[in-house]
């Protein structure tokens, strides 16, 4: 069975259609070696389970179905961390380690926490400024929290 014979073959529930998906890239991988590559040892690969632009009612029923403590990124690091909530459990699935990923957005509220005032240097560049100070906004999240390991 292929993946495309996987989604042709228009399974009963979506349980039986992730299952059969799963089954299909196992099958893939097993049936070409240089895949397998990508997985250099027990415990050191990553199934990721996305769910783009869901809300934190269905995260956190998700979380719940995944064993261990699940530990979330932190924001304030910046780019993806910011852009994305992010829950990763701590016990492996046959050593896999399973991540939950969503909009950050959609499942917390960007709230001003405070201002911080910037100093910029003056530059005696081609296009020569003065010093100069400014006060910029510093955000933050609020999420709720979507289990007891998994709070804000």
Same mark, same amino acid.
């Given at each position: 069975?292929?993946? %495309?014979? %996987?989604? #042709? #073959? *228009?399974?009963?529930?979506?349980?039986?259609?992730? =299952?059969? &998906? !799963?089954?299909?890239? *196992?099958?893939?991988?097993? +049936? /070409?070696?240089? !895949? #397998?590559? !990508?997985?250099? +040892?027990?415990?050191?690969?990553?199934?990721?389970?996305?769910?783009?632009?869901?809300?934190?009612?269905?995260? &956190?029923?998700?979380?719940?179905?995944?064993?261990?403590?699940?530990?979330? /990124?932190?924001?304030?690091?910046?780019?993806?961390?910011?852009?994305?909530?992010?829950?990763?459990?701590?016990?492996?699935?046959?050593?896999?380690?399973?991540?939950? %990923? #969503?909009?950050?957005?959609?499942? @917390?509220?960007?709230? !001003?926490? =405070?201002?911080?005032?910037?100093? =910029?240097?003056?530059?005696? &560049?081609?296009? &020569?400024?003065? $010093?100069? %100070?400014?006060?910029?906004?510093?955000?933050?999240?609020? @999420?709720?929290?979507? /289990?007891?390991? $998994? +709070?804000?």
């Amino acid at each position: 069975m292929t993946m %495309t014979d %996987t989604y #042709a #073959a *228009a399974p009963r529930t979506t349980a039986e259609a992730f =299952h059969d &998906a !799963l089954r299909a890239a *196992a099958d893939l991988i097993k +049936s /070409n070696p240089i !895949l #397998a590559d !990508l997985y250099p +040892s027990v415990g050191q690969g990553k199934i990721s389970l996305h769910y783009w632009g869901d809300d934190a009612e269905h995260l &956190a029923e998700i979380s719940r179905a995944i064993p261990g403590t699940m530990a979330k /990124n932190d924001p304030s690091k910046g780019g993806f961390h910011e852009t994305y909530y992010t829950l990763t459990s701590d016990r492996k699935v046959e050593g896999l380690t399973v991540i939950v %990923t #969503a909009f950050r957005d959609s499942v @917390c509220e960007r709230v !001003l926490l =405070h201002s911080k005032t910037v100093e =910029h240097p003056a530059t005696p &560049a081609l296009e &020569a400024r003065e $010093a100069y %100070t400014d006060t910029v906004p510093v955000y933050g999240y609020e @999420c709720k929290p979507l /289990n007891k390991a $998994a +709070s804000k």
